[in-house]
């Protein structure tokens, strides 16, 4: 039996800090704006429609400024906050594991050994399509907290990282 | 002991007629009860409606029972399994026949399980659990407990060739040793030691919303004189207002009492642990009585539960958490009134070479300074609301709420800790319990580090730690601590080519 038990360095273990993150395609800030446009718009005309409907009572038409300017400023805010989040997103394909970092505010790095993933897939929405994006989608065994959704990958990368982990995936079963 | 051939299509025990059929009726009776009574009422009301007399009805549902029984007799004829070499088979259905086949060896779990009913007429339920979806769960409802206990044995024994000669020589074998049986007495005390604090907040919110909604009741009955004294703050109203809080809260107090401890001794009746060769099996229940158990490769997570008055008395709960069983049966994988040492055996059983004697790590003071914010947010909260519902005099809650306050920060902080040794790593966390999580490394299926934007500046992280049922946190430590966790086990998991189950 070929069994060593040698003494581990912490120090010399592969660090995931030094790992080179890459970020994913700027195009798919596109389609983030585009969310984002649509729930403002949605605001927007709730609360046009709101004075609409409460037209007859004189108090809430004086405020329908200070109302609209708060919806403007939370839509610049969450805008902005958006931009930067998305600069947070950030991926990478190491031999035996899968890394994606994302989040602003409450940032988070997951990893995702190769060993436990059940399988992958990808999808792409019409949008995704027409800018030839894809979603990665990574399942484990586990409960919802453990799965990965890379979302704003190349077309032709996350095919490819499928194609890799795949591969993996079904060599060591 | 007659023994029953598998390798032939067989029905269920005859009694699965009766349990089908009131099955069926109890579904039926839920979903229609409300139209049933408001019918009813109209009709018994009014003689009848619409040509209906009570007369008619009461055929009508005659007519609906005789129609479920009908229904229950056919599937139950239609209802046939069988076990060939290494699948099990299984035909429903009245008009629409499926049939079901499932590999031996993708059942991940068999229990059996005994409701009222079929306590009543002596038979047993059979659940077989694939991985799959909570589709794929059979369920055989009425055998009688020999046939079941040996369909469950030849569900598990993979080997083909197997006859009936050598199952008899396992048997003698394999003497099922019953490892712990709980007493009535140690049940009885583990109800009373439990966190009431839970049970304590329904009832106290369910009074609450008794109270709010019979107030305009109590306005009716002319108390106005009565409530308006308490504004005048005699001596004497101020004095009976104490005394009737304190009755009420007593009253509370002890109904929360009973509810925890009759909870305890229904759900864990005659609660048992078999030792088997390689799976530990429980017994517990008085109503639903449930058997089922536990692989040690299927176990994702172990949690350890105890509290103060608990360690006194020797109390220790045990969860298991296995990978593929549903939610609703996780709540079951739970044995309680466990001793120290029973429970550290257990612990060596299910876990191969476990041993706690590893460097313990804190979480950084950081924790505290949440710990507090998040009793301020509570106390804001209850102080918002009593003044709100009772004015200014509510403000003495906090002479009760502030050392509660202090106290939960402090034992929060101080009961949490962190091990990681080779292959395991421990978890401690709580506030009145005090709980231990244990998982094995080999188990993880993912890691994740994370920091909120105030964090990153006083590097700070928390490790999140999923396996296949549960999520665990090591809370708020250094960054680099954090980072050479992160680095450990994901070493320790790709490096190893251990399988998760």
């Not at chain 2, 003044?387 to 709420?401: A, K, P, Q, Y």
Request: aromatic content about 12%; some cysteine; hydrophobic content about 45%.
């Amino acid at each position: 039996m070929n069994f060593t038990n040698l003494q581990i360095e912490i120090e010399s273990l592969p660090k995931v800090e030094a790992v080179n993150l890459k970020p994913i395609a700027k195009s798919y800030f596109k389609i983030i704006a585009l969310n984002k446009l649509a729930l403002y718009a949605g605001l927007i005309v709730l609360v046009f429609g709101g004075r609409y409907f409460m037209e007859k009572n004189e108090a809430v038409q004086f405020n329908l400024w200070y109302i609209l300017s708060a919806v403007s400023v939370f839509c610049i805010l969450n805008f902005v906050i958006g931009y930067l989040a998305f600069k947070k997103r950030k991926y990478a394909v190491r031999e035996h594991d899968v890394i994606y970092s994302k989040g602003l505010i409450i940032h988070s790095i997951i990893t995702v050994p190769m060993s436990r993933i059940q399988h992958v897939e990808e999808s792409r929405s019409w949008l995704a399509r027409y800018l030839d994006l894809a979603t990665l989608n990574i399942y484990t065994a586990g409960e919802a907290g453990s799965d990965l959704s890379i979302k704003g990958l190349p077309y032709l990368e996350a095919k490819e990282i499928k194609e890799i982990i795949s591969s993996k995936v079904n060599g060591t079963h | 002991m007659a023994r029953t051939d598998f390798s032939h299509p067989i029905r269920q025990s005859s009694k699965g007629i009766i349990i089908i059929f009131a099955f069926n009726a109890l579904k039926f009776f839920k979903k229609f009860f409300v139209l049933l009574i408001a019918f009813g009422v109209s009709i018994l009301r009014q003689k009848s409606l619409a040509g209906v007399t009570p007369m008619m009805l009461l055929l009508g549902l005659i007519g609906v029972l005789v129609i479920i029984l009908i229904i229950a007799i056919l599937k139950y004829l239609n209802f046939k399994f069988h076990l060939s070499k290494d699948d099990f088979h299984l035909a429903t259905g009245i008009i629409n026949k499926d049939n079901t086949i499932i590999p031996k060896s993708k059942i991940q779990n068999v229990y059996l399980k005994q409701n009222f009913l079929q306590q009543i007429i002596n038979v047993v339920s059979v659940k077989i659990e694939t991985a799959g979806d909570k589709k794929s769960e059979i369920e055989i409802s009425a055998l009688d407990k020999p046939t079941a206990l040996l369909l469950k044995k030849k569900l598990f024994t993979k080997d083909t060739v197997e006859t009936d000669e050598i199952i008899t020589e396992n048997e003698a074998l394999e003497q099922p040793n019953v490892f712990f049986r709980v007493t009535p007495k140690r049940l009885f005390l583990e109800g009373v030691s439990q966190n009431h604090f839970k049970s304590f907040l329904l009832i106290v919110t369910f009074a609450f919303g008794l109270y709010s909604e019979s107030k305009e009741f109590i306005e009716e009955l002319e108390l106005e004189q009565h409530l308006e004294g308490y504004e005048n703050l005699d001596e004497t109203t101020i004095l009976n207002l104490i005394i009737t809080n304190v009755i009420i809260v007593i009253g509370v107090v002890i109904v929360s009492f009973l509810f925890s401890v009759v909870k305890t001794f229904i759900i864990n009746f005659n609660l048992e642990v078999v030792e088997h060769q390689k799976t530990v099996e429980i017994n517990k229940g008085l109503f639903n009585k449930v058997s089922l158990s536990l692989t040690p490769s299927r176990i994702q997570n172990l949690v350890i539960k105890t509290n103060r008055v608990k360690r006194y008395f020797n109390l220790h709960s045990l969860s298991v958490k296995q990978a593929m069983v549903n939610a609703k049966q996780q709540k079951n994988f739970k044995i309680v009134a466990l001793e120290k040492e029973q429970l550290n055996y257990l612990i060596d059983k299910l876990l191969t070479y476990y041993n706690e004697d590893s460097e313990q790590g804190k979480p950084r003071p950081y924790f505290m300074r949440i710990s507090i914010f998040e009793m301020l947010l509570f106390g804001l909260i209850i102080n918002g609301l009593s003044v709100g519902f009772f004015g200014l005099v509510m403000l003495w809650i906090n002479v009760i709420f502030i050392p509660f306050a202090v106290l939960y920060v402090y034992y929060a902080y101080k009961k949490a800790y962190y091990k990681i040794s080779e292959n395991f790593v421990t978890i401690g966390s709580g506030v009145i319990d005090t709980t231990t999580n244990i998982l094995e490394i080999h188990k993880i299926q993912a890691v994740r580090l994370k920091h909120t934007i105030f964090q990153k500046r006083m590097n700070i992280s928390s490790v999140v730690i999923s396996t296949a049922s549960k999520s665990v946190t090591i809370p708020y430590i250094n960054d680099e601590e954090a980072l050479k966790i992160y680095n450990y086990l994901l070493f320790k998991v790709e490096s190893q080519d251990k399988d998760w189950m």
